[in-house]
């Protein structure tokens, strides 16, 4: 499903989350740094530096004035979802595939990008309310959500399964009731969770015990504290989890519903939508896409053609 973010609003913390106050969970929907600024990563950016990219002039024309005018392009991101988003070492700088994306797309247009941090709730409305110029932060495009803003696709991610190193409870996908799951809030593992729980009770079975966080990372480190038994997040963003935890994560089975990321912009900006598909895609055949996935070990979500999404 990508990062299969739904547009459901982010839903409170549960319980868990009392337990895991002091590790960074959720923002506020603010710029820079969030209220309390999601986890690190548990390593930073790979050595390899993301290509250089040469402005291509008649998509920069494509550009609106009320985005150029300032030379940059703000992206609204929620920096706890890794190896797509999220901080740096040094808890700040927000880095990560769409991070390296994102500024090829600027410069392609001629322009700087500026990432602000937002708890992902907030990208959308601070999208509409022109706080953000653009969204890149592993939306999934769905028919709901190009109802209120246009979309451009750059990748393809499905709902992977992550549990403790060697599956010690024998947890499947296709059967988590009675499990203790961990899941960021807002996505649509949210609403996975929510049918297979409606299937548990049908069934007579024990229901999912879910737990909603604000941070995907806060959600990985759940799982490696054993307060939950499994999540569910994007597959790039476990395999990711597996990489980094010493072998503490693993993922069990194949990604399921998978489903396009898209760049989120609002809509009526005459040809901006263009000029992004269109920068996407001359990253995509100059090889410079590539490159970037690979930087980040996750060519195995490329798609060969960017797609506007306006309805």
Known sequence: MGRTRSLLSAFAVTTLALALAGCGAGGDGGGGSSASAPAAAPSSAPAAEAPAVTKDDALAAQVPAAVSADGKIVFGADASYPPNEFTDTDGSTIIGMDVDLGTAVAQKLGLQAEFENSAFSGIIPGIE???????????????DRVQTVDMVSYFTAGTSLAVKAGNPDGIRADDLCGKAVGVQAGTTQVEDLAARNSQCTTAGKAPISVSELQAQTDVTLALTANRVQAMLAD????AYAAKTTEGAVEAVGEPYDTAPYGVV?????????????????SLMDDGTYGKILEKWNVQGGAIPT?????Q
């Open 129 to 143: 309310g022109a706080k953000y110029e653009l969204g890149m932060s592993s939306f999934s495009i769905n028919d």
């Open 235 to 238: 597959s790039p963003v476990v």
């Open 265 to 281: 912009l609002a809509k009526n900006q005459g040809d901006f939508g263009k000029a992004i598909q269109g920068a996407i895609q």
């Open 306 to 310: 960017s797609e506007l999404r306006t």
